[in-house]
């Protein structure tokens, strides 16, 4: 079991707005305001200590009535293939439809755990109405009304009960995902370091049946490659090819110690790249930049140290993170790029020990104390690190809800001054003591 969750249907059912339910509706106005409206199409849900990443598959339909049954139907075909739970949402004031039918019944025949919404429930009346859906067939059915928002909490406990917050590859070794988007250079990174040499390759078939996991070990080094390179080719997947190697590039990441993002140097960090890079900074996940192609730039005009800061100030707040130019065709800094990856898995099981952490910490918080609340002072007393598989640390103290986030980048920046998290993401809670 992973933790993919696809939201299926028809168009106008209310499948954006059950999205910004579940991935809370600060997280959507808030890209609103930032105008990345194309990357409303998933995000990170937080539902009893269970996270898990959210398809909204109608952002992908590109704007056609005459595809629609055809776009949807692909759609739900590579949600059934790559997502862990599908909800298929409907929409009581329009009854069941043909649509909903043929949607049901490719839904019926997937091994897959299918949870079905029946929306725009919001008054007595349409309760009664409502029933007719239980003739679809599935036992999960749940009557809502994703504006009002009565309705998604039991949805919800429902879609976690089928999220699973284990790693798929039971392993001691690190696991690098090699994620962009296509066309990026993906494939010829993994066949440039694997060489033409795959005698010293093992393959283990992934869990779903082609993200291949291989294992390199060459120079003394020692991971697995997560690689969702291998796109099948299937027609269905090529007017869906976006919303295809997303879901590939989400699967990889949640498999994934560390995530490979591959940019292309002639086009830079897209919204696209945005959108993924949110999500593995979301997920924890450790990060590395790649950016490939290196060779075809006129250096004149772009040194990488410049492109390097423009691309900090792009993924700014979280920039702390080693951006390696590359050439995979050519094979330069290949290598570079696999031991940043190495690094910034070893800055991901870092551990502190708390006498050295209060230490260095306390000496940061006196020099620069947290503002005070109407004039409470506010007194941060011990430091420790959190038994989690990525870097968080809590912040024990008597005003814990009065920190604001300013304060709370001051301490995280100073952690990663005295300590070495580059390219990993690093939580900071505050508690009461």
């Known amino acids: 079991m992973g933790n993919i969750v696809a939201i299926v249907g028809r168009p106008n059912v209310g499948k954006s707005t059950l999205y910004n339910r579940l ?66 949402m409907v929409d009581v004031t329009t009854g069941i439809t043909d649509l909903d039918e043929s949607v049901a019944n490719m839904l019926r025949r997937s091994e897959k755990k299918v949870i079905l919404a029946v929306n725009k429930v919001d008054n007595h009346e349409r309760l009664l109405e409502a029933n007719e859906f239980w003739s679809l067939g599935f036992e999960e059915t749940f009557f809502l009304s994703s504006i009002t928002g009565s309705g998604s909490g039991e949805l919800l406990d429902e879609v976690v009960e089928h999220v699973d917050e284990k790693p798929m590859l039971d392993t001691e070794l690190p696991k690098f995902a090699i994620i962009g988007q296509p066309n990026v250079g993906k494939s010829s990174l993994v066949n440039a370091l694997l060489g033409e040499d795959r005698n010293i390759v093992t393959d283990i078939a992934g869990t779903t049946r082609d993200s291949i996991h291989t294992k390199y070990k060459k120079f003394d080094k020692e991971f697995y490659i997560i690689d969702t390179a291998g796109i099948r080719k299937k027609a269905r997947v090529h007017e869906n090819l976006e919303f295809y190697s997303v879901m590939r590039a989400i699967r990889a990441m949640e498999e994934s110690d560390v995530c490979i993002l591959m940019v292309d140097a002639q086009t830079g960090i897209e919204s696209q ?161």
Request: one cysteine or more.
């Open 273 to 433: 790249d945005m959108a993924i890079f949110r999500i593995a900074a979301k997920r924890n996940k450790g990060i590395v930049l790649v950016v490939n192609k290196w060779d075809l730039i006129q250096k004149e005009t772009n040194t990488a140290r410049d492109l390097e800061k423009e691309y900090k100030n792009k993924l700014a707040p979280f920039n702390d993170l080693p951006i390696i130019f590359v050439s995979a065709l050519e094979k330069q800094r290949i290598f570079k790029a696999i031991e940043a990856g190495l690094q910034v898995y070893e800055n991901r099981n870092r551990r502190i020990k708390t006498s050295v952490l209060n230490e260095i910490m306390q000496e940061a918080i006196e020099k620069y104390p947290p503002p005070a609340h109407r004039g409470k002072y506010i007194k941060i007393k011990y430091i420790t690190q959190l038994p989690t598989y990525y870097p968080a640390f809590a912040f024990f103290c008597n005003y814990p809800k009065h920190i604001k986030e300013p304060y709370k980048n001051y301490l995280e920046n100073q952690l990663r001054k005295h300590f070495d998290f580059s390219g990993v993401p690093v939580s900071v809670f505050f508690r009461e003591k």
């Open 23 to 88: 991935i809370g509706e600060r997280q959507a106005i808030i890209d609103d305001v930032s105008g990345v409206t194309r990357d409303r199409q998933y995000g990170t849900s937080d539902w009893n200590g269970k996270t898990f990443t959210v398809i909204d598959t109608g952002g992908f339909v590109v704007n056609s009535d005459d595809v629609f049954e055809k776009a949807i139907r692909s759609q739900v075909s590579i949600a059934i293939e790559e997502a862990d739970v599908i909800v298929f």
